[in-house]
């Protein structure tokens, strides 16, 4: 049945010519661009929503009557949602290649510390420091990224949840690295306490104002609100303050060479974070229609959320003089953490609470 | 150097076990005594138990090992290029693959977003990690899929359709069988759909016959991308199985839970069939160009699959928890599938429909029709003279086979549940919902909405139980509307204005193409609304010709 069979004997693009033979992108979005990115193309519209292609609506509901996803789950509004492209461009490659480095690059830095003996040589408060401070630290990364992974299901967009998702997976990680980390030096670490940190999260007045930040953005039901208070208010705060004004500034000065490598890794999550949270608040800020009503919906999370940050690394202040070495003082990182909020606030155009 | 003292021994150091980093990380989690985190994913099911994580897995590990599997799949897709795997591909076969690969992507997120739904329901943090890892996978698969779909579209004779295709997915009325699915892994009780729908019926019952079926087929129409792609996918699948299974084994402990998971093991399992086998099966058994008569059948597959392995093997052992098991359902389900052509007739369906279809469909041969008559004896005398039928009018100037009346085909209603159309006639069910009649394919299908998907079962309470909502049925959406402009509205035409994205064949001709025009001047019509216009005889009397069934007129 010649008829029947193709006309042409390749299945290959250019065999032949006809209507759309060279329609070879996708064309249901606007590119942010001139041209698609490989991002947005594996990325655009794999969320559906009523308003663009869906055309049944959603075909489940909750029992209240809500479909999939509602613009409702969140006190922030946008006359496109559609419009926010993650600046990190990241999907399942870019997203292991980058996640894998990191693990082999830690997995390196440690084995070779190790291999050398330079556990063994940390100064010995620091150790405690370590093993207390830096073991607390593990659960408060680790409670950020389970928020995360819960807020991921409910933001309106493929690109919101998805940066999100890689958000979480970061943090999940770095915690997971503490965590091993830890327990690894603390082989070669005579009488290290590794159980020490759990405690220490759990019951040192020094990390329960850390804790409460924490709990308050886990609590919280609105999934851009968790975004926001993770990456525009606990991490400049707390986060930087903790690993950047602390570890990664005062561990060489107790001989530890190591430390700071692990940390390092979340510094640079971090800054790709951030950019992806400024974007999509700036966006949100900036919206022609709900501009001025997202800047009041964020002034509201920053008033409950800075109180809380700017506590909590008030009350991490005797962490700075448990060292041996102490080559940063504490009002130092603490104005450094302050300028930061302020920094991102203001590009977003926001005005902070008073303290 | 000597034997046996290699450099990896003289500097090896000591690690910490496997066991021990697992429990170390589990313990990352604590009670929150501040604030406690709301129950933002409702459930009527009572877990107390943790459930346990038997695999034991650490991120470390998991990252490196991803991105290994990524590189051989980025690897062989650059191999096919060069191999030019594209010259020798069947079109038949890539052509399924624009409905195919508009579908999956969804339900692959949905099932990253459900993580979140399980990973804050499950007390412990035992499976933490494992929630995290399918988190992590299930955007991989979104996203690698999408890329494999982007790969097609620029490699492939004919893009058009994939050049739309999450446009497409919301609004074909094919696609909507795919977001019943998806939508099934999100909506509604938490457990219902993101433990019982996704991991322990989806996941653990059917993802062989998705990836590990359809791949295989996809190397014997010369696709060698679709392989890579997919049992990369499919590798990932056992540890979310497990995460299921360890999850269900918490809910068993609860006897107040087994009334819930009989309910949602019967609803899942039948729907999952419904959607999965009228999807895959049709994929695999009618987008295919090789008739080998030693291969396995759908049918045979799914014996093997979902029978032996799923049945017989993971449902059945739940009994002696005291569970009751829907055996009559797995073999009726088992009967619709091979007595009954469940496949068959969904192909059938999908081709009578082609006008607002988004891909192309050829025609059966007698090739073809040799080997299903081999693999389902009965299927010439039903299905061989349609087929003819499909053919001769696949030329431009006859009146398509959706409003042609010489074929015979009576077009289906639709089930309100699976979303696939009543196609197996003489079990058609209507029943009244909230004062409108509504029609299901099959008598389980309406149970799953009156019963199953309902603020009570069985007495008991179940506030947090989905509804069926949504424009459910997709010929409503065009009521009266002209096929043109039908089409039109779809944005199923290629850029010329004209020219339609769905072809009857497989000629890549400009003048063999249908237009707008070769489709104008017919009627669309809801089976739905027509049904309850009727008055009461009328329906009566409508309904037991449908179930009579119908006869296709030979085609000479
Ligand atoms: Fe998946
Ligand atoms: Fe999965």
């Known amino acids: 049945m010649a008829t029947n069979m193709s006309s042409v004997k390749s299945g290959a693009a250019g065999a032949a010519t006809f209507a759309d033979s060279d329609s070879r992108k996708f064309r249901y979005f606007e590119p942010r661009g001139r041209r698609a990115t490989h991002y947005e193309d594996v990325t655009v519209d794999v969320q559906p929503d009523p308003e663009r292609y869906l055309m049944q609506d959603w075909i489940i509901s909750f029992p209240d009557g809500k479909g999939a996803y509602v613009k409702e789950w969140t006190a922030a509004k946008s006359s496109n949602w559609h419009a926010f492209r993650a600046p990190d461009q990241e999907w399942e490659r870019t997203h292991y290649q980058r996640q894998s480095t990191i693990e082999g690059m830690i997995q390196n830095v440690v084995q070779n510390a190790r291999r050398a003996g330079a556990p063994a040589r940390f100064d010995k408060a620091w150790v405690k420091v370590l093993q207390t401070h830096l073991g607390a630290w593990k659960h408060a990364e680790f409670g950020l990224g389970t928020s995360l992974m819960q807020a991921q299901r409910y933001g309106y967009t493929q690109m919101i949840n998805n940066a999100i998702l890689t958000n979480s997976s970061y943090k999940l990680r770095f915690a997971q690295d503490i965590t091993l980390y830890l327990a690894e030096i603390g082989i070669d670490i005579e009488g290290f306490d590794d159980s020490a940190g759990k405690t220490a999260w759990l019951e040192s007045p020094i990390w329960q104002p850390t804790r409460k930040a924490i709990e308050t953005i886990m609590g919280a039901t609105d999934p851009l609100e968790q975004y926001f208070a993770t990456n525009i208010v606990f991490e400049p705060l707390v986060g930087e303050l903790f690993r950047s004004g602390f570890i990664m500034q005062v561990a060489s000065s107790n001989r530890d060479f190591v430390t700071p490598a692990v940390v390092s890794a979340a510094e640079a999550d971090y800054e790709r974070n951030l950019a992806n949270t400024v974007d999509l608040f700036h966006l949100l800020c900036h919206d022609d229609e709900h501009g001025q009503a997202n800047q009041q919906v964020c002034e509201g999370w920053l008033a409950k959320h800075v109180p809380l940050g700017r506590d909590a690394g008030q009350h991490l202040q005797p962490i700075w003089s448990e060292p041996r070495a102490k080559p940063v003082p504490f009002t130092d990182a603490q104005a450094h953490a302050q300028d930061r909020l302020a920094a991102i606030a203001g590009e977003l155009g926001l005005n902070l609470p008073k303290e | ?556």
């Open chain 2, 1 to 556: 150097m000597a034997d046996g003292l290699t450099l990896n021994k003289i500097t090896a150091q000591r690690g910490i076990p496997v066991t021990e980093a697992a429990k170390k990380i589990a313990d990352l989690g604590w009670n929150p005594s501040f604030v406690q985190e709301a129950m933002t994913f409702p459930t009527d099911y009572k877990i107390t138990k943790a459930p346990k994580d038997p695999m034991k897995q650490v991120l470390r590990s998991y990252f490196p090992m991803q991105e290994e599997k990524d590189n051989r799949v980025y690897g062989a897709l650059d191999a096919a290029l060069r191999g030019d795997m594209f010259r020798n591909v069947e079109p038949r076969w890539v052509e399924w693959m624009k409905l195919f690969l508009a579908i999956i992507p969804f339900p692959e997120i949905s099932a990253a977003r459900s993580m979140a739904m399980v990973g804050r329901l499950a007390p412990g943090e035992d499976l933490r990690t494992g929630f995290t890892m399918q988190m992590v996978d299930e955007f991989r698969h979104s996203t690698i899929q999408m890329n494999l779909k982007k790969w097609y579209m620029e490699n492939y004779i004919d893009p058009a359709g994939f050049d739309i295709t999450e446009e497409a997915f919301g609004k074909c009325y094919a696609t909507t069988i795919g977001r019943q699915f998806g939508e099934g892994f999100i909506t509604g009780d938490a457990i219902t759909s993101a433990n019982v729908y996704l991991t322990v019926v989806a996941e653990t019952a059917f993802t062989n016959t998705l990836f590990v079926a359809m791949p295989s087929e996809a190397a014997r129409n010369g696709d060698y991308a679709l392989p890579t792609v997919f049992l990369s996918v499919q590798s990932d699948e056992s540890r979310h199985i497990g995460n299921g299974h360890s999850m269900l084994m918490s809910m068993l402990k609860e006897p107040e839970n087994h009334l819930l998971l009989e309910r949602d093991l019967k609803y899942a399992f039948w729907q999952n069939h419904a959607i999965v086998d009228a999807a895959i099966g049709t994929f695999i058994e009618y987008g295919t160009t090789n008739r080998d008569k030693t291969k396995e059948s759908y049918a045979e597959m799914w014996h093997r699959w979902i029978f032996e392995d799923y049945y017989r093997t993971y449902m059945l052992p739940l009994e002696k928890y005291g569970i009751k098991i829907h055996h009559d359902d797995v073999h009726e389900a088992w009967k619709r599938i091979t007595q009954k052509f469940y496949v068959h007739t969904v192909a059938q369906f999908f081709a009578v429909g082609w006008p607002v279809n988004f891909w192309r469909i050829e025609a059966q041969t007698d090739k073809d029709f040799e080997w299903f008559e081999h693999k389902y004896p009965g299927w010439y005398a039903q299905f061989g003279e349609f087929w003819k039928w499909y053919e001769k009018l696949s030329h431009k100037g006859q009146t398509n086979i959706l409003f042609n009346g010489d074929v015979g085909y009576v077009y289906p209603h639709r089930c309100w549940s699976c979303l696939v159309p009543c196609l197996i006639r003489e079990d058609l069910t209507v029943e009244e919902i909230d004062g409108q009649l509504h029609t299901f394919a099959h008598p389980i299908d309406a149970w799953t909405v009156k019963t199953a998907f309902a603020g009570e079962y069985e007495g008991r309470p179940t506030p947090a139980m989905g509804r069926f909502s949504g424009r459910r049925e997709w010929e409503s959406c065009y009521h009266g509307w002209d096929l043109a402009d039908c089409i039109k509205d779809l944005g199923f035409v290629r850029t010329d204005g004209k020219t339609l994205i769905p072809q009857p064949h497989l000629r890549f001709d400009d003048r063999e193409m249908w237009t707008l025009d070769d489709v104008r001047g017919h009627t669309l019509q809801s089976p739905l609304i027509t049904l309850r216009e009727m008055t009461p005889e009328a329906r009566e009397k409508h309904i037991a010709e449908y179930k009579a069934g119908f006869a296709i007129n030979p085609c000479n």
